[in-house]
């Protein structure tokens, strides 16, 4: 059987990609950074862009969810009644289009692909990226597309027929040059909603404490409000104006002010609470948080102890991280791997799909690896604990690859002796 071209091997192949549906605008999709804040839409945008702690939180759920332990595809039989040595003979049999589909993912990054999407799906409520093709209809490129333009298209039967661009001509999109994804779709229309938008006005009121209320609190501790009062006795109307506003930007604190005319000035010392105003700010903080469901300690806030950081990471991993995780390997399973097998297949020259490629997560050790060792160790305890019949587990307990105990390959080392075993040898000899 002739060996498939692994694309991520041959980068400068002699087949040139398709040209993208979407195309560059004259002006960056990407709004400044010197915007001013209401020009950055939707809201769940601009508070993501201006809101450190919602940054925090999308990146980090994003980054464990994603880039944490990575991922494997697995050559499957679509026949789950076979047997495991059927099963062995079809997977050495096909291996090629496992590393046929492992090669485009290498090409499109997909990892990073998976991060970015889940960042996007999280703001928007959906993401897509175009298909872009090479002269052999493989994959060749990702290319995200903005949210908000992208609209699902559905017949009556409430099946998805295709998605429209509103870009700059309008574009149509077939379902099989999108990879789509949405987060929380309630309702048959492919549409979902963001996880940012329950905390609008928490990231508001934040935003105003930090921007404006606290630089003003500061300036206030050493630069108390003044009340002065002008004598106009003898003055016109113009002139008691300019004097004034002459004595309004002049009198700041600190300055020095000279004038011949009578000013009588009262000192307004204002005490803001701060305690209060932080407390304020912590708690919308902890609303903030809780949204997305991150670890503080991730976030670089306080927790009560050691203990409690490692229950509440277990809780992450096991909740809102494997949550995103199955929903990811599903849409794959449906969307991206079933064409990348009968592409594999086609250039093998072969009609019927006999495999396919699932999508498997990689476990996120939570646990403290000590801790655990020291627990795997006592219940494999030399072989007559409960795991004596069974050391893959306990090795895979300590987040080892259980393969390493098939391999016989590495040489077997020997504990040093002790000079009574040495003695004894001798002994014996």
């Known amino acids: 059987m002739p060996r498939l071209e692994d694309p991520y091997e041959h980068p400068h192949s002699h087949r040139t990609a398709t040209v993208p549906k979407t195309t560059p605008s004259y002006t960056s999709i990407t709004p400044s950074e010197k915007s001013p804040d209401e020009a950055i839409n939707p809201p769940a945008l601009r508070w993501f862009r201006r809101d450190d702690l919602v940054r925090k939180c999308e ?215 701060i305690a209060d105003l932080i407390a304020l700010k912590q708690n919308l903080e902890q609303d903030i948080i809780s949204n997305f469901g991150t670890p503080r300690f991730l976030l670089n806030r306080p927790t009560e102890n050691r203990a409690t950081a490692y229950t509440e990471f277990e809780a992450y991993i096991e909740g809102p991280i494997k949550t995103i995780q199955r929903y990811f390997k599903r849409e794959l399973e449906a969307q991206w791997y079933p064409a990348l097998v009968k592409l594999a297949l086609k250039l093998r020259k072969e009609t019927r799909v006999p495999v396919k490629i699932s999508h498997h997560w990689r476990k996120i050790r939570t646990a403290d690896i000590y801790q655990m060792a020291v627990a795997a160790n006592q219940l494999y305890n030399n072989g007559l604990g409960i795991l004596g019949d069974h050391p893959e587990v306990a090795v895979e307990m300590v987040g080892i690859d259980p393969k390493i105990l098939q391999d016989n390959s590495a040489p077997k080392r020997e504990a040093p002796k002790t000079e009574e075993q040495k003695k004894e040898e001798k002994v014996e000899q």
């Open 59 to 273: 990146v980090i759920n994003a980054a464990f969810a994603t880039f944490a332990a990575g991922f494997d595809t697995v050559l499957d039989p679509i026949d789950e009644n076979i047997s495991e040595q059927e099963k062995e003979q079809l997977q050495k049999e096909y291996a090629d289009v496992k590393a046929f589909v492992d090669g485009i993912n290498r090409r499109v990054n997909l990892d990073n692909i998976l991060f970015i999407a889940q960042i996007k799906r999280s703001l928007f409520g959906k993401c897509g990226f175009e298909i872009v093709t090479d002269g052999g209809n493989a994959p060749a490129r990702l290319i995200s597309l903005v949210s908000d333009w992208l609209k699902p298209q559905v017949n009556k039967e409430w099946m998805l027929t295709g998605y429209k661009y509103e870009s700059t001509p309008e574009i149509l999109y077939k379902p099989e040059e999108i990879l789509y994804f949405v987060n929380l779709q309630l309702e048959s229309d492919y549409e979902g909603v963001s996880d940012v938008e329950p905390i609008f006005s928490q990231c508001d009121e934040r935003h105003q404490l930090i921007k404006t209320d606290f630089k003003k609190v500061v300036k206030r501790l050493w630069a108390p409000y003044s009340v002065h009062q002008v004598n106009g006795e003898g003055l016109t109307d113009q002139e008691e104006t300019e004097i004034m506003n002459n004595i309004a930007q002049k009198t700041e604190a600190g300055e020095i002010l000279v004038t011949n005319t009578p000013i009588t000035s009262t000192i307004v010392d204002i005490r803001p609470n």
